[in-house]
């Protein structure tokens, strides 16, 4: 099988880690790297033995795929420009800003049988990888993603930078329509929301408390799952899973008839993981991991909770 030609758009913090291990794969030719910065372009080109170029349309017709790792409001000019020349793309997430963007890359794609995988990382973690048989039907979910201030994502508010994340991970655990949202959140340091917290109803009942926040003083990452038989702990920062469950037998303990299982797990390399399941898709034509539709539905609760927050807080304006 040739090497599959690829080349990545937008190298600031995220694309360079793009780069990196595009570059190391032994079925890939990674052919150039684009940025606005034309330096920064020219500085990762020459670390990692590849090309660069001024603008996205210079690599059509030298690539079979892109990742699209430039600023969100790119994201859909951009993935445009390759799914009308024949290329798959692999977006960043959020897969666009809005919904209406979302679905026109969506057919286009598949207008031209081509491949679309949004990158929603976190399906990658080791500890999600771990929950896939273990999770069956959560009924409630509280979960927690907190970090420091970086000035980079600001570009957007915290939903779309962080949140999206554990909206993607709890819609694909939960697998029901969402039915309602309740949010709020502030800007404090950019003009975006930059701390926001969202109750998820679902129509099967289940329902999701979720906060993000980029202003902490600490990184936390968290998520807590409650089902019919067990209650699941994730902290992604010390790699511990803690499950409760039912054993069926009413022995004595923290909590009768129950018994605590601790499993730890291995950082592993998520965007690795993520990148060679981009490459297998596309030369096995095969569906990806994370579909158009996933990332595009996930934006839709993304949106919906950001209209929710700015509904509220023009109300408290009016006040």
């Known amino acids: 099988m040739k090497k599959l030609r690829i080349g990545v758009v937008g ?5 360079k880690f793009h780069t990196e291990k595009y570059a190391k794969m032994e079925n890939v030719d990674l052919v150039g790297v684009v940025d606005l910065d034309k330096s920064r372009a020219d500085n990762i080109a020459a670390q990692f033995n590849t090309l660069s ?38 977006i960043e997430k959020p897969i666009t800003t809005s919904i209406a963007d979302a679905d026109k890359l969506i057919d286009l794609a598949k207008e031209k049988d081509l491949i679309i995988q949004v990158g929603h990382l976190e399906r990658f973690n080791p500890a999600v990888v771990a929950l896939r048989d273990i999770i069956k039907k959560p009924m409630f979910i509280e979960s927690h993603r907190l970090s420091f201030y970086k000035e980079r994502g600001i570009d957007v508010s915290v939903v779309l930078d962080l949140m999206i994340h554990d909206i993607d991970l709890i819609s694909n655990f939960v697998k029901s329509e969402l039915k ?3 949010a709020s959140g502030v800007s404090v340091i950019s003009d975006h929301v930059d701390i926001a917290n969202a109750r998820l109803e679902f129509k099967n009942g289940c329902v999701a408390n979720i906060t993000a926040s980029r202003i902490s003083i600490k990184n936390e990452r968290k998520i807590r799952l409650f089902q019919k038989d067990a209650y699941i702990s994730v902290d ?17 303990g923290v909590i009768p008839g129950m018994e605590i299982e601790n499993i730890s797990f291995q950082k592993g390399d998520a965007l690795n993981d993520e990148l060679v399941s981009f490459v297998k898709a596309v ?6 991991e994370v579909t158009g539709e996933m990332g595009r539905d996930a934006l839709k609760i993304a949106i919906a909770t950001m209209q929710q927050i700015r509904n509220a807080n023009s109300k408290f304006l009016n006040v």
Do not use: C, W
């Open 11 to 15: 190298v600031g913090y995220l694309g």
């Open 53 to 90: 170029f001024s603008h996205h349309t210079d690599l059509i017709n030298k690539i079979d795929a892109a990742s699209i790792v430039a600023s969100t409001p790119e994201h859909y000019t951009v993935s445009k420009d390759f799914l009308e020349n024949g290329i798959d793309v692999m």
């Open 180 to 182: 309602s949202v309740h």
């Open 236 to 252: 992604f920062s010390s790699y511990k899973i803690t499950i409760i469950k039912k054993t069926g037998v009413n022995k004595k």
């Open 283 to 288: 030369q096995n034509r095969t569906s990806p």
